[in-house]
């Protein structure tokens, strides 16, 4: 049945089965038989192919509809007896919002801080706080909360249930059910910064990671407490939820073992100490790709020029201001099984940047710039010695699209040139969509604009395919 599924799809969806199973390690047949097998839940098999039209790359795609992606997971979250206990409330709604279970234990001091009412309405479940109680011990309640979670979390983690955890004690049920549990573990440190700073809780943490505890902050910045600053402020609830979506991320990572080097945003070339040569570049597109790839399971090694954008999540990251500073960045990370130069490197630099800033003189002319040719870092990558199996370029142009990308595909030892139309009016420079070509040896595939997203995680599923049929 699956053959003839296949036959009948239209030529991109086969595309996007073909980049699928590829990136699954799998036969197109064996990938379509999976995805019937997930739909049967909930859909009627009589019509497949409508349904693969529109089925996600990757079951869950957190950015398009990130409900699906945390749906129908058992959280217990633990909440201990810090000031940050006010903020989980936040994540108790940015959980649920995303379709996930939260099953709330507070310790005693948590009770302090926030109620189990605001906490049980939130949650809509009881909230659990005793461990000697006859209602819920009838059947070992605390071992049965321990198992039945997909994850629990601890938000805040006191300097004292951190001490608890790193030494085994289980002397109330927040520290009971954390000794019971088969399940990872989270927790969201929240303390004062001379108590993270402590040589006790020093002494606690390296012993709670090495017994395969998971971190998720603390922050530095101001604390509740006047005057008191560093690290020790918890992670913001979205900051959580993202650690949280990470752990249980159960899509496949066909690029883990594979190390990537990848370039994103602008470069900006000195004048003077003030004043500098840029272009539009926002990073989008190439900080998309990055967190895709990361996403993927490589080792993303992200040289990032000047952006106002977050660093991806999960990805290394060295910021570099100019050309030169970009290229040197590149060449220590090599070698690498991929790289994807996304970054629109300026291609001159001044002659000879002014050590001072340059001062307008009453009645003297406007000074010329003289310019120099930067050094080119696709080219430097492609022809390298360390060259990675995989190299992938980046074609920004308001002309001659194609012919400009292919000429590069050849002059810069690229495999693949992906080239995009940055004319003013496509607001590709700066926008949240693309639509790019992608440029090899063998042809010119056209894809639809999309958002930069798509573009990347496309993308990513693409390079995984390749690197996997690529000779070493
Ligand atoms: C106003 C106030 C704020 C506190 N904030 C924190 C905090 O942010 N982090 C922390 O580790 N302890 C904090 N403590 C101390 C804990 O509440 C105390 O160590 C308590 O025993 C922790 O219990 P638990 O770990 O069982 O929740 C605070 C205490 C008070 C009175």
Avoid at 61 to 78: C, H, S, T, V, Y
Avoid at 145 to 164: G, H, N, Y
Avoid at 266 to 288: F, L
């Amino acid at each position: 049945m699956a053959s003839i599924t296949i036959r009948n799809l239209d030529d991109a969806t086969k595309e996007k089965l073909r980049l699928r199973a590829a990136a699954h390690g799998r036969s197109m047949e064996e990938e379509v038989r999976l995805l019937l097998g997930e739909m049967t839940h909930d859909v009627a098999l009589s019509s497949p192919v409508s349904h693969l039209r529109s089925a996600p790359l990757f079951k869950g795609e957190g950015k398009k509809n990130p409900a699906q992606f945390l749906a129908g997971r058992d959280i217990l979250l633990i909440i201990g007896g810090g000031i940050a206990a006010y903020k989980c409330l936040d994540l108790i709604r940015r959980l649920r919002e995303r379709g996930a279970h939260v099953r709330p234990v507070l310790t005693k001091a948590a009770e302090e801080f926030v109620t189990p009412l605001s906490v049980g309405a939130l949650a809509a479940d009881k909230v659990f706080t005793e461990l000697f109680s006859r209602e819920d011990e009838h059947d070992i309640g605390h071992i049965r909360l321990s198992r039945e979670a997909d994850l629990i979390v601890v938000a805040p983690a006191t300097a004292d249930l951190m001490a608890k955890m790193a030494n085994g004690l289980a002397n109330d049920l927040a520290s009971a059910v954390l000794m019971a549990t088969d399940k990872p573990v989270l927790i969201a440190p929240a303390m004062n910064p001379r108590m993270w700073n402590h040589p006790a809780t020093r002494r606690n943490r390296a012993t709670l990671a090495k017994d395969g505890i998971w971190f998720v902050g603390p922050n530095s910045g101001e604390m509740a407490e006047s005057g008191e600053s560093g690290a020790g402020r918890m992670a913001e609830p979205l900051e959580i939820v993202a650690a949280i979506e990470k752990l249980l991320d159960r899509r496949p990572k066909p690029l883990s073992g594979k190390t990537i080097v990848m370039t994103s945003g602008p470069t900006h070339e000195p004048i003077d100490p003030v004043r500098y040569i840029a272009n539009r570049s926002s990073g989008k597109q190439g900080h998309a790709i990055a967190a895709a790839l990361a996403q993927l399971g490589a080792t993303v090694h992200l040289v990032s020029g000047p952006v106002t954008i977050p660093d991806p999540e999960g990805v290394s990251v060295v910021h570099v201001e100019s050309a030169r500073e970009m290229r040197d960045a590149v060449e220590q990370l090599l070698p690498a099984d991929a790289a994807v130069m996304v970054a629109a490197v300026a291609d001159w630099r001044t002659a000879n940047e002014a050590g001072e800033k340059i001062k307008k003189q009453p009645g003297e002319t406007a000074p010329a710039l003289q310019m120099v040719e930067n050094p080119d870092i696709l080219a430097g990558v492609g022809h390298n010695k360390q060259r990675p199996r995989l190299v992938v370029g980046f074609a920004a142009e308001t002309q001659d699209l194609l012919a400009n990308a292919r000429k590069k595909l050849d002059n810069k030892g690229a495999d693949w040139i992906v080239a995009n139309d940055v004319s003013h009016t496509t607001g590709v420079m700066g926008g949240d969509r693309n639509a790019v070509r992608i440029v090899t040896r063998s042809g010119i595939e056209e894809w639809p604009d999309m958002s930069k997203e798509e573009v990347a995680e496309r993308l990513a599923a693409r390079i995984a395919a390749a690197l996997r049929t690529i000779e070493v």
